[in-house]
C-alpha cells in the first residue's frame, strides 16, 4: 500500500501510465559476494526483491513517501525485516507480525533487495491511526493518470485538469465512481450520464451547465469529465484541495 507522497512520486518519476508493482525471491548466488556473505549471518532468512517499473525499461527506486509491504512468514520469532544495500550493509527496517495471519509488515522509502529473517532485536511500533472501515479516501493529482482509493493505486487513461473558465477542477467519471463505489451508465441518444447512488440517481448531461456556474460536464478524448466538487457533494462524499500538491482527496 502507498501513501499519497509515494503514489505522488510515482507518477512524478514515471514515463508511462503502464506501472508494474513486482515482488520476487532473490537467488542468493545472483547477488554480489559482499551481499551474500551479509545474508549467510542473518538465520533461515528469505531473501526477495521488491521493484516498481514505469513501461518496460524504467526502474523506480526511491520515494519521496513509503509504501507498506506485507510478506508470508513462517520461521522462528522473532522476526526482523532489513534493506540489503549494494555495498552489502543490512539496514534494519520497523516491522511488525501478525501471528494469526502469518504476515509481516514493514515500511520503506527505498525499494531493491529485502531480508526476513529470525532476529533478536526489540522494536517499538508506533501506533498507527486506523481507518474506519466505512471510510473511503481517494486522491488524486491534476495531470496524472495514477490515483488512489485508500492508498491502493489504480491507473486511469485520462488525467484530471483544471477548468479555467469555471475554475473547477475536473474529473474524469469513471474513475469518481470507482472511488466512490457507485455505477454509471452513459445514454449517447442525449449525451447523458446516470449515476446510481443508494437512495438517488444524479444525472448529468454534456455541455448542459451545472446549478450555480459551477462548470459542465464535458468530453475531453472520449471520456466523461465532471466538477467533481458538485458530483462529490451530490453523492455524499466530502473534498478537499491541496494546492500545494495540486491534489484532490475525496472523503466518504
Not at 180 to 189: A, F, G, I, K
Not at 221 to 239: K, S
Amino acid at each position: 500500500m502507498f501513501d499519497a507522497d509515494a503514489t505522488y512520486s510515482i507518477g512524478q518519476q514515471g514515463r508511462t501510465p503502464n506501472i508494474t508493482v513486482s515482488l520476487e525471491l532473490v537467488n542468493v548466488y545472483d547477488l554480489s559476494d559482499v551481499q551474500q556473505s551479509v545474508v549467510s549471518e542473518v538465520y533461515n532468512a528469505t531473501v526477495f526483491a521488491v521493484t516498481i517499473a514505469s513501461g518496460e525499461h524504467q526502474i523506480i527506486t526511491e520515494l519521496d513517501g513509503t509504501v507498506s509491504i506485507s510478506v508470508s512468514y513462517s520461521g522462528q520469532l522473532p522476526v526482523t525485516v532489513w534493506l540489503l544495500t549494494e555495498d552489502g550493509e543490512l539496514v534494519q527496517l520497523v516491522s511488525s507480525f501478525d501471528e494469526e495471519s502469518g504476515l509481516v509488515t514493514f515500511n520503506t522509502s527505498q525499494l531493491g533487495v529485502f531480508l526476513i529473517g529470525y532476529g533478536s532485536f526489540d522494536i517499538v511500533i508506533p501506533p498507527t491511526p486506523p481507518i474506519l472501515p466505512e471510510q473511503t479516501i481517494a486522491r488524486f493529482v491534476i495531470g496524472i493518470e495514477l490515483y488512489t482509493i485508500d492508498g491502493v493505486p489504480h491507473f486511469n487513461d485520462t488525467a484530471p485538469f483544471l477548468d479555467a473558465m469555471y475554475n473547477r477542477t475536473m474529473m474524469p467519471l469513471r474513475a469518481v465512481a470507482n472511488a466512490l463505489n457507485v455505477e454509471v451508465e452513459w445514454l449517447p441518444e442525449t449525451r447523458t450520464v446516470l449515476v446510481f447512488a443508494p437512495n438517488q440517481t444524479l444525472t448529468l448531461t454534456v455541455d448542459v451547465p451545472l446549478p450555480d456556474g459551477i462548470g459542465m460536464p464535458v468530453i475531453v478524448n472520449d471520456r466523461v469529465f465532471v466538477p467533481i466538487r458538485y458530483v462529490a457533494e451530490m453523492l455524499g462524499a466530502t473534498v478537499r484541495w491541496d494546492a500545494d500538491n495540486m491534489a484532490v482527496y475525496i472523503e466518504k
